[in-house]
């Protein structure tokens, strides 16, 4: 809703929503008050038939200017453009569609900053109410793109409408995994797992300019299931990987794919010979697309996430374990066991240095790739973690450039409908070099990682450590968000957004945004209340 001066207001439905629900609008940090802006879902007219079966994902994606005009070549459909932005989220917010400073950041955690000068409460933000009935729609801007049921929604940021501008149907499907990729040399930069193990890219800038409901100049991967018909659970861009894709299935079997390989090309790979154990088969054929598997564990791959330079990919599954591979030596460098049961959700740091992990024992896990080792525990969770991220845009109100400690802010969400944050120094962190039989461990502030070498070889996945062994951290805030389970969360330059499960998305704008939105509000009051005489004077 927009006051007298065209700014988005959230004192209205949002408020009243909230206190009806007994949720507040806002939460309080050291760094001041973060507000809620306004929020995102899907038509409330439609019905799902599948609604209660799947689990609402989030990306973010920014698009460039209209590239030159340029159609579809032959069949694979790939649509050529030069749009092109990354990963299964966005880090950003803003006003009208263009350019700004944000960056994205992935189901796998990886964030990368984009320049830009638009700033949250610009005047004129366009509606894109009318978006899908122009077949000249350029694409151009800022959209969040979320499944719910069986469909796709695409909504646009910088509307302050709830609902989405482009629904894509699938028929007996549903769409379970989605990724956007910035570094896309040609059209196709999205991509989306099915429920039948099927998978597509395409074009997000032509489905924008489309006006069904179907998609439109896909590529069509593992169709039919194929190759795997097990659900795809999880799906990421390879950094840099010139585009290469892998996709996690419900069976613990990840594959890499090729998005500029034809997707109907043949692909056989060796039985399995022990499902307890990591091993990767090539395909058999040159032109196969997948061109390897990667048998990861028994039962599901819940979550991926590639370190942002791309040599690592980490994982985590139903069997309760992380696991950290190089990727383009195909190799087991470290991982562990949670405390209890599954893990389902990992991000990395934006250094490389540190892995957030959550599940189903209720905590929040940092584990140090230096060490190989969890080195702090966040308790605070009533139920299950389902999303983890670095807040990569943080910097302590108290730090200066010549502070030698390093601080990281980080946050969780659950299905107790929590966000939690949580801020940590580096040099809290104690690390037990080892424990002696029948005695206590000795310990070392920092790092150190030769001393690991002995005790954890290179490839081991270590058993859950003793509690007492592992620091113990604490929330900064504990904030209720949602009615329902959360299912995700994305940090941006202005904003915190949150996700639930049911598909409704939460927008929350950091203090210093708020103040300049507040600032921007009042110029433009002053403004308009000097020129209204003159204006009046002319009648």
């Not at 039948?196 to 489309?210: E, H, I």
């Not at 030698?404 to 690390?431: A, C, H, K, N, P």
């Not at 450590?465 to 994305?490: A, N, Q, W, Y």
Request: hydrophobic share 30%; glycine share 10%; net charge neutral.
């Amino acid at each position: 809703m927009k006051n007298a001066n065209g700014l988005i207001s959230t004192t209205s439905s949002n408020t009243a929503q909230s206190q009806s629900t007994g949720l507040k609008t806002y939460f309080k940090t050291h760094e001041g008050r973060y507000k809620l802006h306004y929020d995102k879902t899907y038509p409330s007219t439609l019905l799902h038939y599948a609604h209660g079966k799947t689990v609402s994902q989030v990306t973010l994606a920014h698009l460039k200017d209209k590239p030159v005009p340029s159609t579809p070549t032959g069949q694979s459909s790939t649509f050529s453009a030069t749009s092109g932005v990354r990963s299964a989220a966005v880090r950003l917010w803003g006003g009208s569609n263009g350019g700004r400073s944000l960056s994205f950041v992935g189901g796998n955690g990886t964030s990368k900053n984009l320049g830009g000068n638009s700033r949250i409460g610009s005047i004129g933000a366009s509606s894109s109410s009318n978006a899908t009935s122009n077949s000249n729609f350029d694409g151009k801007g800022t959209y969040l793109i979320f499944n719910v049921g069986d469909a796709i929604f695409i909504s646009d940021l910088n509307s302050q409408d709830k609902d989405p501008v482009k629904s894509i149907h699938f028929s007996n499907s549903n769409p379970m995994c989605h990724a956007f990729d910035q570094d896309s040399k040609d059209g196709h930069d999205l991509i989306i797992g099915l429920n039948t193990g099927d998978v597509y890219s395409v074009s997000l800038r032509q489905q924008l300019q489309d006006v069904g409901k179907k998609l439109v100049g896909a590529q069509h991967f593992n169709k039919d299931g194929s190759v795997n018909n097990s659900h795809c659970t999880c799906i990421a861009w390879v950094p840099g990987g010139d585009g290469a894709f892998v996709v996690g299935h419900a069976d613990g079997n990840l594959y890499v794919y090729e998005k500029n390989r034809d997707g109907a090309g043949d692909s056989s790979f060796t039985v399995v010979k022990d499902q307890t154990q990591f091993s990767v088969s090539h395909a058999r054929y040159s032109k196969s697309n997948p061109i390897a598997r990667w048998h990861i564990c028994q039962g599901s791959i819940d979550s991926i996430s590639f370190s942002t330079d791309g040599t690592y990919i980490a994982t985590v599954g139903r069997d309760g374990y992380l696991r950290v591979f190089d990727y383009l030596k195909e190799q087991l460098i470290c991982g562990g066991k949670s405390y209890y049961g599954a893990l389902l959700c990992c991000a990395w740091s934006m250094d490389g240095k540190y892995i957030l992990t959550g599940g189903e024992d209720d905590l929040v896990q940092v584990w140090s790739m230096e060490d190989r080792k969890v080195v702090a525990w966040g308790e605070g969770h009533n139920s299950w973690v389902s999303g983890v991220a670095f807040d990569s845009y943080w910097s302590s109100p108290n730090s200066n450039d010549n502070e030698e400690t390093v601080r990281y802010r980080f946050g969780s969400v659950g299905q107790d409908t929590q966000l939690l944050l949580w801020d940590l120094e580096m040099d809290e962190i104690v690390v037990p070099l080892r424990r002696p039989s029948g005695g206590s461990p000795t310990y070392s502030a920092g790092s150190q990682s030769s001393q690991w070498d002995s005790v954890v070889p290179l490839g081991t996945l270590q058993p859950a450590p003793s509690m007492l062994d592992v620091l113990k951290i604490s929330p900064l805030v504990t904030h209720r968000v949602h009615t329902e389970p959360l299912s995700g969360l994305i940090f941006t330059q202005e904003s915190v957004l949150t996700a639930c499960r049911e598909g409704h998305i939460k927008i929350w704008i950091r203090p210093a945004a708020a103040e300049s939105q507040s600032s921007n509000a009042e110029t433009l009051l002053s403004t308009s209340l000097k020129e209204k005489p003159s204006i009046l004077s002319k009648g």
